[in-house]
C-alpha cells in the first residue's frame, strides 16, 4: 500500500536514531528513574525550570516569567533566564505521569532524536542521498558539542529545531509557497524557544544564504514570490514573539542587570580545537598537561572533534536520587534582602551549608536531589553575602 510505503522511510529513521541514542548514551536506558543525564549544578537549575513552568501556569495560575520562589520575597524576572519553555511545555504532561528524573531524561532522549531527524530531513532534501543524509544526523546530533553541554545545559542540548528552520526557509527559496513561509516561522518560533543562541546562529545563516543567493542568483531572491513568503516567515515570528521580545526591552532599559560569565574564562583556547579534553576518555589520560592550561569550563571551551562522548553518559552517577518523589523543587528556604550583612552572618550561613552535608544517614553515599538545590543556594548566598560584607568594609 502507498501509505505504509510513505510511512516506511520516517520510521526507519526514527527507530535508528533512537536506537543509536540509547547504546550511545548507554547507560540512560537502565537508570532512566534514577539518575538524571546531568550534573549538579545547571542541570538543577533546568530542574526547577521545567517544575516551575508547570506549578506558574497549572498551580499558581501566574506569569511563569517572574517568581518570587527565588530571591523571596521581593522576587525576580526569569526574561533573561535560559528558560528554554519549549521542553518545559513538552515535559508538563510528562510530569503528570512520571517522576522528574523520567520526564527530564525522557526530554534529553527526545532531543538527541529529533536533532538527528532534523539534519537528516535537511541533507536529504539538499543531496537526495539516504545514506548520506543519515550519516550527516548521525554527526550533527552526536558531535562532542551535543554531549558536553549534556553537563545540564538543556536549553543548549534542545539544538533539535534549527535544521527544520533551515529546511524551509530553503524550500522558500527554491518552491515559494505561503505554508512554507508559515512553517519556517513557527520552527524560528521552538528555535526561540529552546535558545537565544540558536536564534542568533538561525540569523547568521539566513544573512550568509540570503547574501550569497544575492551574488550567485540575484533575481530569485528579489522576486516578488520570495520577498512576499520569506515575510510571511517572518512576520508569523515577529507577531508570536513580540510579546514576549517588547518585555525583556522594557525590562533591559529599565532595570539594572548584573552577572555574566567573563569571555576571557568562557571561549574556545585555541588548542581545544584539536586536543581532547577532561570530559574525554582519551584526554582526560593523555592531554592533561595541554587542557589543564586551560581557563575556565574544560567542557564548554573545548570544542574538540577527538573528544569520545560524555564521561557522563556512561557513568550518570553525579545525580543519584534515593526514592525521590513526583514533586519536585517544593518552596525553597526563604531568605529575606538586607541592606548589610555582617561577617558573622555569613559564617553561620557557611555552618548551615556544611550541616547539610553533613547530616546525611548512615551508609548515604548521596545527597537527595533536593538537598542538593538547598545546599547550592546555600552556598550560592554565603558567597555573595561574604563578597558584599568586604565591599562594605
Known sequence: ??????????????????????????????????????????????????????????????????????????????????????????????????????????????????????????????????????????????????????LGHLQLIAMEWMPFYILYMIKIHREGGWKNGILGGLFLILTTLCSWYYLIYSGFITCIYLIYHLITSRESVLSKNFGRNILILFVTFWVCMSPLFGAMFYAKTTQEFVGEHNPENWSADLTSFLVPSAISTYGRAWFSSIWGKWKGNTAENSPSALSRRMEETRALCWAYQEQANGKVCQRLNRFPRRERHRQHDTNSKRTQTQSLLTAQPKGATVMPWRDKIKMELLNQLSNWQLTQAQSNS
Open 1 to 150: 500500500m502507498k501509505w505504509k510505503q510513505k510511512l516506511r522511510e520516517p520510521v526507519l529513521i526514527t527507530l535508528s536514531f533512537t536506537l543509536l541514542t540509547l547504546i550511545l548514551t548507554y547507560p540512560v536506558i537502565f537508570r532512566l528513574s534514577t539518575h538524571f543525564m546531568c550534573d549538579g549544578g545547571d542541570g538543577f537549575q533546568n530542574m526547577w525550570n521545567m517544575w516551575w513552568l508547570k506549578t506558574s501556569l497549572l498551580d499558581l495560575h501566574t506569569n511563569p516569567y517572574y517568581t518570587t520562589y527565588l530571591h523571596y520575597p521581593d522576587g525576580i524576572s526569569l526574561l533573561f533566564q535560559t528558560f528554554n519553555p519549549f521542553n518545559g511545555l513538552i515535559s508538563i504532561p510528562l510530569q503528570f505521569l512520571f517522576r522528574m528524573e523520567i520526564t527530564y531524561n525522557l526530554v534529553v532522549i527526545f532531543s538527541f532524536i529529533m536533532s538527528g531527524i532534523g539534519m537528516y530531513l535537511l541533507a536529504r532534501y539538499l543531496i537526495k542521498n539516504r545514506l548520506a543524509a543519515f550519516i550527516s544526523g548521525v554527526i550533527y546530533t552526536f558531535c562532542p558539542f551535543h554531549f558536553a553541554h549534556g
